[in-house]
């Protein structure tokens, strides 16, 4: 059975937590289990849990959240207190989705079923998709992408040298609505362009329309 890794949590947060995954797992046959933040890495090696709901409110959750996202193919559910900074942050450090600590139930339940329906999905497009080292084989070269990184990228490049509007891209990829001072898709776009010129190609591979949303220049 496939496994929900729960990370950083305490027990009274589990507990109120339940609830909503219970709906969760009745939907996708998932199993809860919980893991500490020092143990982590080397049970994510052994398990391979299917996605993680990490809590970001302790100070080993950043460097954790980096490692997860670029070490293995999981996708990442962060949880951030009420700030919109902390929201930029976690999604510039890595994480597939972000909510607020005092979050909606429906919200956390939406963004998980969002993510192991991402992961079950065989992927599509005109990239060569590694999935199993969690890579895009692009210009020969091997580049380290998140899963949503690998969406986007491979979105924009369904539509190459076309404009793909940012709110194309929420429906596409976070399916959900471009809201307003919503930064995320940004966020995301800066790592990958980070990461395609760590390889000494050039970021205008992917262009900002300036209002609009983004094109992918092949």
């Given at each position: 059975?496939?496994k929900l890794f729960?990370?950083?949590?305490?027990?009274?947060?589990?507990?109120?937590?339940?609830?909503?995954?219970?709906?969760?797992?009745?939907?996708?046959?998932?199993?809860?289990?919980?893991?500490?933040?020092?143990?982590?890495?080397?049970?994510?090696?052994?398990?391979?849990?299917?996605?993680?709901?990490?809590?970001?409110?302790?100070?080993?959750?950043?460097?954790?959240?980096?490692?997860?996202?670029?070490?293995?193919?999981?996708?990442?559910?962060?949880?951030?207190?009420?700030?919109?900074?902390?929201?930029?942050?976690?999604?510039?450090?890595?994480?597939?989705?972000?909510?607020?600590?005092?979050?909606?139930?429906?919200?956390?339940?939406?963004?998980?079923?969002?993510?192991?329906?991402?992961?079950?999905?065989?992927?599509?497009?005109?990239?060569?998709?590694?999935?199993?080292?969690?890579?895009?084989?692009?210009?020969?070269?091997?580049?380290?992408?998140?899963?949503?990184?690998?969406?986007?990228?491979?979105?924009?490049?369904?539509?190459?040298?076309?404009?793909?509007?940012?709110?194309?891209?929420?429906?596409?990829?976070?399916?959900?609505?471009?809201?307003?001072?919503?930064?995320?898709?940004?966020?995301?776009?800066?790592?990958?362009?980070?990461?395609?010129?760590?390889?000494?190609?050039?970021?205008?591979?992917?262009?900002?329309?300036?209002?609009?949303?983004?094109s992918y220049i092949?």
């Open positions: 059975m496939s729960l990370i950083g949590f305490s027990h009274q947060d589990t507990t109120s937590l339940l609830p909503t995954l219970q709906l969760c797992f009745e939907v996708t046959c998932l199993e809860l289990q919980e893991a500490s933040l020092h143990t982590t890495l080397a049970t994510c090696a052994k398990q391979q849990p299917i996605a993680v709901l990490l809590n970001m409110q302790h100070a080993a959750a950043s460097a954790l959240l980096k490692r997860l996202s670029h070490c293995y193919r999981l996708p990442i559910c962060a949880v951030v207190r009420a700030s919109s900074r902390d929201l930029y942050l976690a999604y510039r450090q890595g994480a597939d989705h972000v909510v607020y600590a005092e979050h909606d139930g429906t919200e956390l339940l939406c963004r998980l079923d969002a993510m192991i329906r991402a992961r079950t999905q065989p992927s599509t497009g005109c990239q060569r998709v590694a999935e199993a080292t969690r890579t895009t084989y692009w210009h020969q070269q091997l580049h380290h992408f998140t899963q949503t990184e690998q969406a986007l990228l491979t979105h924009l490049a369904r539509y190459a040298n076309q404009v793909v509007s940012k709110q194309d891209l929420y429906a596409a990829v976070f399916q959900r609505e471009l809201a307003a001072h919503d930064r995320s898709l940004d966020a995301h776009i800066s790592n990958i362009r980070k990461k395609i010129t760590s390889q000494g190609l050039c970021k205008r591979l992917i262009k900002t329309i300036r209002g609009v949303g983004y092949n």
